[in-house]
């Protein structure tokens, strides 16, 4: 029976049975999002970023990074994630402190302070009718050094001549069992995020049709204790709490995207 | 024969016997006077088969009766006394002794069934039975893929595993040929290319293995009727339907079932038709049930059909066409995000279908002059939905092969060629942009997206020349300069193909062979797509060497040793490769050098087998340096035997690879937009995974009856349970690794009945 389950799951994902760490578990230092204000910008627009961080078990402290700004070498078609080849880049730090009230009563998670970014003006110069309308990448670079380890992560700002501009998600609302979240968690309890709005964009595909899609939007999700048998969904759909709540308090994070780089991050510390 | 004379003096009759060879009919006849003479005719078969048997002889005791069969098996004493008892009797080397005893009446269509000592002859490979036209072929007959070990079944592809220069594939549908990457091999079935051989997970072909007669190789150097693939070619023959009578099988095991029919329609024509249906999907729709991760919407399942009808047209001309189709589906509900990529979930859907029409027709012009024309008409259809994320490809196809053969003088044959395809494609594709190299590429969510609808036609025209020469009658030297020119639409490519073959019989049993020849193949369609790829490249080629002899030591016996080793070196130019900017270019060089061997040792019920292949592949791409190539398997070693003993044949293969390589993960960056981590490749394809072993048996046993055999078997996959990892799977941030590993211990039983 195992032989054929593995022979199945080959053919389409991988043979899982791993002890590997969570996805959804909150454990360590760790970047869970990066929040812009305007996810997409004009040329020249400047964007304050936002990163959402959890380290529950850091005590309260502050962790700096080195950054780099610089027009995205073409991460999506393969590129390494770096600035290198930009002599244009930005260098600069950021730190992340986890000891401010809002970090203390979270769980020791929560929105880091902002750093902002200008994105160059000239940025779409020199770029096909199809770049300038879809956007234009500006990435952002965070390398930290934690505990040992060295952790880059990244946010882009797209840049665009298009009007109609990108915003962040809002108004979701967090479902328990598909009524509003009373504060409290049990073993089996079904989680949902709805009310999210979706928006509509213009894109020009790569035959030059242009085409009107809805955002598709994700839901993570993450917690303090136990596991989630779903770690993302789509919006509506539920995950499964599998384990019974701590005594003490636990976290509970949901971060909804939608496909264009926009963020949302709800918390709910629990009870 | 002492029975014999015991049984004779015993009946009192005759008092001295001598059994006489002489003619056919009543060599003995009693006085007609006294006596009432009746006759007793009927048919010789062999038990099972219903084969008729020939030539053999048939005593009738007390009499002292001899009649012999005739070419269907019809035997008849003319002149038997009459009487309350005699003995038939039949005694035929190979077969176990035949005696009844009847009634001496009028006897008329009586049936005799001879039972074969032995009913399978197993043997795993077999090269030379076969008519080849190269010396660098591989080949398996029916009779010799149907019972190989590892074979699940008698799948003819994967016996054609057990071949020299046949990689392992880690239980993938890919075949890999003396290092090449599978890709780079061409699937063909009577000579007109298919896009695919196997179904789902490599367990079985697309045709039912009781409808081919030969499985066939071309590893390296060979002649110029095949191009556009610059590793192989691995190409199925369909058989010829039989004509004597109506045959039939049927067979179900653990995956799949099917069955067989064929025969004669009228003196002129016959027919087969065979069909399988896998239900492994009902099997692991339960095992979902129990699995959050993933929920089967439509259990996986496939089927082919393959139908063929013959028919002798007149003296000159034979037709004959072939039917295939082939489907294989898969729709499933992945709960959970595979490697964490949100865009990798939701509904999952995989559908692979084709079918070719092949009519073929022979004129035999002259007694030294013949010519071939075949079709190749068919649809080839492909659908990955992901979530919405779609890859849909329908191709309607045409292929055409023409062949003038003249033999000039027993001293030079020249064969004429003509090779097209043309491919009429409608594209349908959503998908993201995907950058994978050395197996590590960017998630699925990373890519740009990617959305278009487009028709291509693509053809590709190939003309050949194919030329014997031998100095004179008794030269031990054969010459083959050969010629091949191919177009390829795509990019606009004509390419000339010079191949030279050489060959020297030393004496009757050792033959020395060289060869030397250019082989290209057009981009494939995602890399030549101005969508997705560069319309600019060339057309990838490679150059062949090979060296190699074959010594038979069986001296005209079928017991004893053959042995065959070979060499090769290939040189690979223009290998396509990604790249950032222009997605793909010819920026690839590579060298695959190796050997190998093979050693068949008979003896009498026993046959075994060792088969050593050594290879060394290395693949140049500038920014990466040179690296072995994907399918560097350094070492390949196949341990075959096998023992009959009557009914019972015991068969094992047991295999040693070396690990594929395999690229490193140093690391990886949070991509916060779509919350997937990018993994970061180390040097590429410089780590190896632990050595390949598997031990494969299987056993059958026949069960003969008057009218029908009935076996059944039991294969066993990986007796060993030997881990051979295949993969390495990573945590959600690569953090943390463990290897995959490959197909488990997988036992197979089966019943099949055939009349």
């Known amino acids: 029976m195992k032989a054929l389950s593995c022979l199945l799951i080959i053919l389409c994902v991988s043979c899982g049975d791993d002890n590997f760490r969570k996805v959804d578990r909150l454990v360590g230092f760790r970047v869970l999002a990066i929040l812009a204000d305007a996810p997409e910008v004009a040329p020249g627009g400047t964007v304050n970023l936002q990163l959402f961080v959890s380290d529950p078990q850091g005590a309260g402290r502050t962790v700096t990074a080195a950054t780099a700004s610089c027009v995205d070498p073409g991460v999506s078609v393969g590129a390494t994630v770096s600035c290198d080849h930009d002599p244009t880049r930005v260098s600069g730090s950021y730190a992340v402190d986890t000891s401010t009230p809002d970090f203390v009563s979270n769980l020791r998670t929560g929105l880091a302070a902002p750093l902002s970014v200008t994105v160059p003006a000239t940025i779409l110069q020199n770029r096909s009718p199809r770049e300038q309308f879809n956007g234009v990448s500006y990435i952002v670079i965070f390398d930290f050094e934690v505990d040992g380890e060295r952790l880059r992560t990244f946010k882009r700002i797209i840049a665009t001549n298009r009007g109609t501009l990108n915003t962040n998600p809002s108004g979701s609302v967090l479902l328990k069992n598909n009524l509003p979240f009373d504060g409290t968690l049990r073993k089996d309890d079904g989680l949902s995020v709805t009310g999210t709005g979706v928006e509509s964009n213009d894109y020009l595909n790569i035959d030059g049709s242009q085409e009107s899609r809805l955002e598709q939007i994700d839901v993570s999700w993450y917690v303090s204790h136990g596991e989630l048998d779903r770690p993302k969904t789509f919006l509506g759909e539920e995950t499964e709490y599998q384990d019974t709540p701590p005594d003490s308090t636990m976290l509970l994070v949901s971060i909804i995207r939608d496909d264009r780089g926009g963020v949302e991050v709800m918390r709910e510390v629990i009870p | ?755």
Not at chain 2, 84 to 107: F, M, R, W
Request: glycine share 8%; with cysteine.
């Open chain 2, 1 to 755: 024969m002492i029975y014999l004379l015991i049984l004779l003096l015993s009946s009192g009759v005759y008092s001295q016997v001598t059994i006489p060879d002489g003619p056919a009919v009543g060599s003995i006849a009693p006085d007609p006077a006294s006596v009432e003479l009746i006759s007793i005719s009927g048919r010789l078969q062999e038990k099972g088969t219903r084969n008729p048997l020939s030539d053999v002889s048939l005593f009738i005791l007390p009499h002292k009766l001899k009649a012999t069969s005739d070419a269907n098996g019809q035997f008849t004493f003319s002149a038997v006394p009459k009487g309350d008892a005699c003995s038939l009797i039949v005694n035929l080397s190979g077969y176990l002794k035949y005696q009844e005893t009847l009634p001496c009446q009028e006897t008329r269509d009586r049936t005799i069934y001879l039972e074969k000592r032995f009913y399978t002859s197993f043997e795993t490979t077999v090269t030379g039975k076969v008519v080849k036209r190269d010396d660098q072929a591989q080949s398996l007959t029916q009779d010799e893929f149907i019972k190989a070990p590892g074979s699940f079944g008698g799948d003819p592809v994967r016996a054609a595993q057990n071949l020299p220069g046949v990689g392992q594939n880690g239980g993938s549908a890919q075949i890999i040929v003396q290092g090449a990457s599978p890709e780079d091999t061409g699937y063909l079935i009577n000579g007109h290319r298919v896009p695919l051989v196997f179904h789902f997970g490599g367990l079985s072909s697309v045709i039912t293995p009781e409808a081919v007669e030969r499985v066939e190789l071309l590893p390296s150097g060979y002649g110029p009727e095949y191009s556009r693939a610059i590793g192989g070619i691995i190409g199925l023959t369909t058989k010829e339907p039989r004509k004597d009578r109506i045959h039939g099988m049927a067979f179900i095991d653990l995956l799949n079932s099917g069955g067989l029919l064929e025969g004669p329609i009228d003196d002129k024509s016959s027919f087969l038709f065979a069909a399988r249906y896998s239900y492994i999907g009902q099997v692991l729709k339960v095992v979902a049930a129990q699995n959050d991760d993933f929920q089967l919407s439509t259990a996986p399942s496939y089927y082919d059909l393959t139908g063929i009808y013959q028919r002798r047209l007149n003296e000159k001309n034979n037709f004959k066409t072939t039917f295939i189709a082939s489907k294989d589906e898969l729709k499933l509900i992945l709960n959970r995000a595979a490697s964490d990529d949100r865009e990798l979930r939701g509904k999952f859907k995989n559908s692979t279908q084709f079918f070719r029409f092949i009519p073929q027709l022979t004129t035999q012009i002259d007694s030294r002059t013949r010519m071939d024309h075949s079709l190749g008409l068919g649809r080839d259809s492909l659908l990955v939905d992901i979530g919405g994320r779609y890859l849909d490809v329908n191709s309607n196809v045409i292929s055409h092969r023409s062949e003038l053969i003249k033999e000039w003088k027993p001293t030079s044959k020249t064969f004429l060629g003509l090779d097209n395809q043309l491919n009429s494609s409608d594209f349908r594709i959503n998908l993201p942009s995907s950058y994978s190299v050395g197996g590590v590429g960017t998630p699925f969510s990373v890519g740009e997206l990617r959305k278009f609808e487009d028709k291509e036609t693509l053809i590709q025209l190939g003309v050949y020349l194919r030329q014997e020469l031998k100095p004179s009658d008794e030269s031990r030297w054969t010459f083959l300069p050969n010629l091949r020119f191919d177009h390829f639409s795509v990019n606009d490519n004509s390419i000339l193909q010079p191949r030279f073959q050489l060959r020297y019989q030393l004496d009757p049993s050792l033959l020395l062979r060289a060869s030397w020849g250019k082989y290209a193949q057009s981009p494939r369609p995602q890399e030549i797509s101005d969508k997705y790829g560069n319309r600019d490249l060339r057309s990838p080629t490679a150059i062949h060497y090979t060296l190699g002899f074959s010594k038979d030591f069986r001296g005209g016996s079928s017991d004893g040793l053959e042995f065959t080793n070979n060499y090769f070196y290939k040189e690979l130019d223009d290998v396509v490769n990604p790249d950032l900017k222009k997605n793909y270019l010819n920026s690839g060089t590579g060298t695959i050098i190796g050997g190998e061997l093979q050693a068949k040792l008979r003896r009498e019920e026993w046959t075994s087998q060792l088969v050593y292949t050594y290879l060394k592949g290395r693949l140049h791409t500038p920014g990466f340096g040179t690296r072995p190539s994907e399918y560097d398997q350094t070492h390949n070693l196949n341990l075959i035997g096998s023992y009959n003993s009557e009914r019972w044949t015991y068969s094992a293969r047991f295999r040693f690879v070396s690990g594929n390589p395999y690229t490193p993960v140093t690391g990886a960056s949070f991509d916060s937009d779509n919350d997937v981590f990018i993994p970061t490749r180390g040097t590429i394809y410089s780590e190896r995974f632990d050595p390949f072993n598997q031990l494969d048996i299987r056993i059958d046993r026949k069960f003969v009856y008057e009218k029908w055999i009935l076996t059944a078997y039991l294969d066993i996959q990986n007796l060993l349970n030997s881990g051979n990892a295949q993969n390495v799977e990573y945590s959600y941030d690569y953090r943390e690794k463990k290897k995959v590993r490959g197909l488990p211990i997988l036992p197979t039983v089966g019943l099949k009945g055939e009349f």
